[in-house]
């Protein structure tokens, strides 16, 4: 199908990448100007500014609770913004769906951004509040059972690094994992996949792009052959948590997303890989008000709330 008529309404203002690096600070600020007023935010029973005390020093993070429950199965959400852009506030719509339709408590993490903090401040504060959500659980009313890591483009990114760090370390308290249009290999060669010529240009994201996007992370240290930058490069992708991937039709980093879920599957992880026709990269932060879109919300509380393999009839 082609691209959904209010996304292409909406692309047809935006003009074409021009291969040129972004300006950090003029991006964040146009992102801020973005952000839904207070007053117009979906409501929850609370939302709360905090810090988690993790390995790396005091983290910020967005603490959401759907509902007043006795306990709660818990997400912790990494947003996206190629590495150096979008916070907490950008993503909250995003984090306040993800609570309201699964009835999880969502932790949001704050994480150090490049090109101020180089490779790997970002994801290792990521990592240090999984740890910390999981060492302080009794504070959170965590249920002790569920903990899932979602993320979207570059967040989706730390997710499966994330993953693969907390396996390695024998830590095995991570139930789920969600990627959203993941960035899994920040290899951009154009060889590799289809989807990086196929939707090339026109639907915001757009190759070209892709590089000066990411290079204040690879210029501070990422190498995009390492399994942690780029973690469809991972070897050995068995023992990972069950995965739910969402990609988009319209989006250079479709294949990757999909081919990750794929590499999951044959490494004999349970991982399942919806692609959402018309739409294109970040559609769940910026096209959600379709209600088409809005679905992703919805799979994401079916996949979590699902019993496991073992116990399904």
């Given at each position: 199908m082609p691209i959904h008529p209010q996304i292409a309404e909406i692309l047809s203002h935006i003009p074409p990448a021009d291969g040129s690096r972004p300006d950090p600070a003029a991006m964040r600020a146009a992102d801020q100007q973005r952000v839904t007023p207070?007053?117009?935010?979906?409501?929850?029973?609370?939302?709360?500014?905090?810090?988690?005390?993790?390995?790396?020093?005091?983290?910020?993070?967005?603490?959401?609770?759907?509902?007043?429950?006795?306990?709660?199965?818990?997400?912790?959400?990494?947003?996206?913004?190629?590495?150096?852009?979008g916070n907490l506030d950008t993503h909250d719509g995003v984090a306040r769906a993800l609570a309201k339709e699964t009835g999880y408590r969502v932790v949001s993490v704050d994480y150090r951004r490049a090109p101020e903090a180089a490779y790997p401040?970002?994801?290792?504060?990521?990592?240090?509040?999984?740890?910390?959500?999981?060492?302080?659980?009794?504070?959170l009313n965590w249920d002790g059972t569920n903990l899932a890591i979602a993320g979207d483009s570059s967040g989706a990114n730390f997710v499966a690094a994330v993953a693969a760090m907390a396996h390695d370390d024998g830590f095995d308290?991570?139930?789920?994992?969600?990627?959203?249009?993941?960035?899994?290999?920040?290899?951009?060669?154009?060889?590799?996949?289809?989807?990086?010529?196929e939707n090339a240009r026109g639907y915001g994201l757009e190759t070209?792009?892709?590089?000066?996007?990411?290079?204040?992370?690879?210029?501070?240290?990422?190498?995009?052959?390492?399994?942690?930058?780029?973690?469809?490069?991972?070897?050995?992708?068995?023992?990972?948590?069950?995965?739910?991937?969402?990609?988009?039709?319209?989006?250079?980093?479709?294949?990757?997303?999909?081919?990750?879920?794929?590499?999951l599957r044959d490494a004999g992880v349970d991982a399942t890989v919806s692609r959402y026709a018309?739409?294109?990269?970040?559609?769940?932060?910026?096209?959600?008000?379709?209600?088409?879109?809005?679905?992703?919300?919805?799979?994401?509380?079916?996949?979590?709330?699902?019993?496991?393999p073992e116990e399904r009839s």
């Amino acid at each position: 199908m082609p691209i959904h008529p209010q996304i292409a309404e909406i692309l047809s203002h935006i003009p074409p990448a021009d291969g040129s690096r972004p300006d950090p600070a003029a991006m964040r600020a146009a992102d801020q100007q973005r952000v839904t007023p207070m007053e117009d935010r979906l409501p929850l029973a609370s939302v709360e500014d905090t810090t988690a005390r993790a390995a790396t020093g005091d983290v910020p993070i967005r603490i959401y609770t759907p509902v007043e429950a006795d306990s709660y199965g818990v997400i912790i959400y990494f947003h996206g913004g190629a590495f150096f852009s979008g916070n907490l506030d950008t993503h909250d719509g995003v984090a306040r769906a993800l609570a309201k339709e699964t009835g999880y408590r969502v932790v949001s993490v704050d994480y150090r951004r490049a090109p101020e903090a180089a490779y790997p401040a970002g994801l290792q504060d990521c990592y240090g509040v999984v740890r910390w959500v999981a060492e302080n659980g009794e504070s959170l009313n965590w249920d002790g059972t569920n903990l899932a890591i979602a993320g979207d483009s570059s967040g989706a990114n730390f997710v499966a690094a994330v993953a693969a760090m907390a396996h390695d370390d024998g830590f095995d308290r991570i139930t789920h994992q969600v990627l959203f249009y993941p960035s899994v290999d920040l290899d951009f060669d154009l060889e590799r996949y289809e989807s990086l010529r196929e939707n090339a240009r026109g639907y915001g994201l757009e190759t070209i792009g892709l590089k000066p996007w990411n290079s204040f992370y690879i210029d501070g240290g990422a190498d995009p052959a390492d399994p942690l930058v780029s973690p469809v490069k991972r070897s050995d992708l068995t023992g990972l948590p069950p995965a739910l991937i969402l990609t988009a039709e319209f989006d250079p980093l479709r294949d990757e997303g999909e081919l990750y879920g794929q590499r999951l599957r044959d490494a004999g992880v349970d991982a399942t890989v919806s692609r959402y026709a018309g739409a294109n990269h970040g559609f769940v932060q910026n096209f959600s008000w379709i209600p088409e879109y809005f679905r992703a919300f919805a799979e994401t509380a079916e996949f979590l709330n699902q019993l496991p393999p073992e116990e399904r009839s």
